[in-house]
């Protein structure tokens, strides 16, 4: 399996924005999320877990040159099931993969959402 695409719901100032359902990912490695063109310091990522079981949400550290704080490492939030968790707004320095992107890989079958909170707020 590959990657899936997380498009940014984007929170709109002084309105409103119906709940998203979020993009279901495949589990392991190599898999899981990719939020495109990310901005992480306006990011929050919205993970839901119905697998049946406890899984790990995994933030993906980067890679140099953009990722220069890398070094610390990837970020992991136990999710567990029927559970939700909120991870962010996270470092570019440290998860901002080469290609602009972000990466969630999941442990088992989760829903991610990325929210991208706007700069005129």
Known sequence: ?????????????N???ADPAGTAVSSGAG????????FPELTLLRVSNASGGSGTATVLAGSLPLAIASGQGNLAVTVANSATQWIGPVESGRFLQNDGSLIVETSVA???TAFKVPRNT
């Open 110 to 112: 989760m829903t991610i």
């Open 31 to 38: 898999n899981g999320g990719q939020v495109a063109a990310a």
């Open 15 to 17: 309105s409103n924005l």
């Open 1 to 13: 399996m590959a990657r899936t695409a997380v498009a940014y719901s984007n929170l709109v100032p």
